[in-house]
């Protein structure tokens, strides 16, 4: 029998074991149906039951009040960039972004591409995008400010939000949706890709307030607007079933296992904390990202040279360490460590960098 | 333990037993790497070849020649009612639709809500879409012309594909691809949900032949761009890598353990002969659409009273026979016998609704 190695990938990304488990065990008979989830009627009431729990559950986890409504789309957060102007940017409007690299810069690009106007009130592009923006001027007459609450390439994360002086704040939380936390207030959108923290890839968490839903155009497509997951709860057609699946389990699990969002994230920040100290007490780690702006979730860092960086990832990896390389369009190291990444999986890892810099440092 | 059911959900819908027991054991350790399939990076060597393979598989299955794509997309057929037309339909021209029933309509609507124009060839809605369509005129300069290979509600099929006198036909074939054998050649574009003959919900099948890529407009959303598939081989972002592993082992399952189309074919035409049969031969069973139009995946049936319907679908259930609710827009009986329906499930429920016309006919 092969063992569970310590999974560091960006995404997809580690599960909690135990889901996995379950997931197993009740593979070729869900819940007494004499099925397997995959086979299962959606408008079954085994199935509805499961939707429906999920929604619950992120309502309960992020506190979200009746003016919210949270939905599972397809197409991850890539179709989010798009879908976000097409519905909630009305001609003429313009609509605030900030730039914090990779994700941020494609949500621009696709609204841009549809002839609407995408106004950059900030960017960190002129330091590699190592840092948040701070004292940013967003336009009272926007549309919508957009940001991405954390960058897991550089791996910067915004601390807290920026006030936007009521313009609905709209978030790409693909990368750290529940981890944290936070006032749902201020924000019109919150999508979320589902594979780093909430499941499998293949769905994506939208959470729209309701006078957002005013704004979506009659005349496009069906599958293109919110308007129709929030008349069909998100059954308008057939949805990714086993994702929501997974993703159910997974949020039962940070309920009911772990204790919610405040527990999850001291978790989170007694992980992190730990890589970070790791980082800045050797000579040999350097993190890439400006201290204030540090993600809690992606950990980046360089070691003195590229060849010790592959040798490193390679090391790591015969140790049972996996997904330690940065992003292909930056080098260097990232440890991903979201919610289902333990504690013991970052001691492990920690254990691992300070012996490689001894023997290499 | 409890036992396994038959089931005739007409999707999500059966998957092969071998294919769900080999998910099952590797769950947690995904060929070796230590992780779950829902784990691993949808950029790693693991599942760049389950992804790679897949496609290898349909363009094996069906035969298809270096001019076609054959891409993983998401959002379902309902998603492809609006990108057929988004993508192939230039300003100007006139696309042709066949209209068989409710999956028709809908794709008929998502092309005039673009603006677009939906030029309805044939109907059988004055027969309730009881049967295909036969003798349509064509229009010669049409950008393309829709059909929908399969009328799951109806229990509808076209046998053979009409001669569109050189016009691509476009074909929504989300409930019998991979059923049987065709030959692509005539067709722009085909796509197909899985959940019903190819694997769970929560990825499509389009198979795109390369001289259609020319129409697609630059400016469209980059996710709604078929070329944008074709360029990333379908992972322009994260695919959804469960569904597409999923039908990868479906896939190999009817190349390695059935024998390919023909074969499938052949035991499709077993069970749908053997239910049909039944049926005929009965005073109690009535068929719903016309003889030469009665489609081999969905079998449609009603029996003398909607309370008699009733019971027959909740002592069907008793005995293990699932799903045989007609859909909800039309009530009645329907078995839907796709490809990983066995010949066993059909005789035990042609065994059941003999014995179950004997007692209540």
Redesign the interface.
Known sequence: M????H?F???????P?PV??G??AE???FK?????V??????SKTFEEVIEDAAARVRRLLQLDDTFHVLFL??????Q??MVP?NLLPEGRSADYVNTGTWAT?AI??CT???KMANVVASSEDKGFSYIPKEISFSPEAAYAHITSNNTIKGTQWTSFPDTGGVPLICDMSSDIMSRAFDAAPFGLIYA?A?KNL?????TLVIVRQDMLERVPK??????KYSTYVAHSSM????????VY?IHLVLKWLEETIGGLDKMEEINREKADLLYRTIDTSEFYRGTAETESRSVMNVTFRLPTEDLEKQFVQEAAQH?L??LKGH?SVGGCRASIYNATSLEAVKALVGFMEEFARKNG
Chains 1, 2 share one sequence.
């Open positions: 092969s063992s569970r190695v999974n990938n960006a995404g997809p990304a580690s599960h074991l996995l488990e997931i197993q593979f070729l008979d007494g149906s004499g099925m397997s995959v086979e299962v009627s959606h408008r397809q197409g991850g957060a890539s179709l960039f798009a097409m494609k690009k696709e591409i549809q002839g890709g594979q499941g499998p890839a293949g769905v005349d496009l497509p069906t599958m293109l308008f057609n057939t949805p990714p079933c086993f994702a997974t049972g996996i997904g292909r």
